[in-house]
């Protein structure tokens, strides 16, 4: 079977097997991370928790959203706000927690937090 590889470069010059250190077998997507955010493996144990909390209720909350007997148009406003939501736990977890607490609470209380 023939395998197709990708060059070890995104144009330009190819890098040459010493700059690479593996030759021809490397591949764009195999480069490591200069640096690696919190989100991608967090150190500390409660910052992991937060996570792993955030992470669970963003699934339910998905779930609930899924579930109500709302329009397609409030449906896609409603998970449009938890992606903001997923999107702000990459830069700042509590406030992230805090807003996914705000939206879980006006659906525990009947009003769908549709802006």
């Not at 077998?25 to 996570?51: H, K, Q």
């Not at 339910?60 to 579930?67: F, Y």
């Not at 939501?85 to 525990?108: G, I």
């Amino acid at each position: 079977m023939h395998r197709h590889h990708e060059p070890p470069y995104a144009g330009g010059e190819p890098a040459s097997p010493e700059s690479t250190g593996r030759g021809s077998e490397r591949r764009i997507d195999d480069r490591p991370d200069a640096a690696t955010s919190a989100a991608e493996g967090p150190d500390d144990p409660e910052v992991a928790a937060l996570f792993a909390l955030v992470a669970e209720r963003l699934k339910q909350a998905h779930d609930r959203v899924h579930a109500l007997n709302v329009s397609a148009d409030a449906k896609t406003a409603l998970t449009r706000q938890l992606l903001i939501v997923t999107e702000a736990a990459k830069r700042d977890l509590p406030e992230a927690a805090r807003r996914l607490s705000r939206f879980v609470q006006d659906l525990d209380e009947g009003r769908p937090p549709v802006d």
